[in-house]
């Protein structure tokens, strides 16, 4: 399974975003799919979950209530929309996968799939 995301850019504080991840599997239904992000000297640290089926989404308490997690499994696609985007939301931003995966799982350790990385930069 290979993962492809886009969508990042630099925007001001306050600004939006959507990345995107479109996988290349016949069973992406089944996969979980999360987001992870890693900023310049830090770890990479969990962003967002979401279940199977798009109707459950978890998200780290840094970003809830500005970013939404979905999924479409007929375009086998996970998007991450952002709004009033912070400077400390600058990172590159991963989409991870598990095929069958469990749903809130935070290691990154845990997932077999990942993107390339996406740039996010947020200037103040």
């Known amino acids: 399974v290979q993962l492809q995301a886009c969508g990042g850019g630099s925007v001001q504080a306050g600004g939006s975003l959507k990345l995107s991840c479109v996988a290349s599997?016949?069973?992406?239904?089944?996969?979980?799919m999360v987001w992870f992000r890693q900023a310049p000297g830090k770890e990479r640290e969990f962003v967002a979950d979401i279940s199977w089926r798009g109707d459950d989404q978890y998200y780290a308490d840094s970003v809830k209530g500005r970013f939404t997690i979905s999924r479409d499994n007929v375009k086998s696609t996970v998007t991450l929309q952002m709004i009033d985007l912070k400077s400390e939301d600058t990172a590159v931003y991963y989409c991870?996968?598990?095929?069958?995966?469990?749903?809130?799982?935070?290691?990154?350790?845990?997932?077999?799939?990942w993107g390339q990385g996406t740039q996010v930069t947020v200037s103040s």
């Open positions: 599997s016949r069973t992406f239904s089944r996969t979980a």
């Open positions: 991870a996968g598990k095929d069958q995966g469990s749903y809130i799982v935070l290691s990154l350790t845990y997932y077999d799939y």
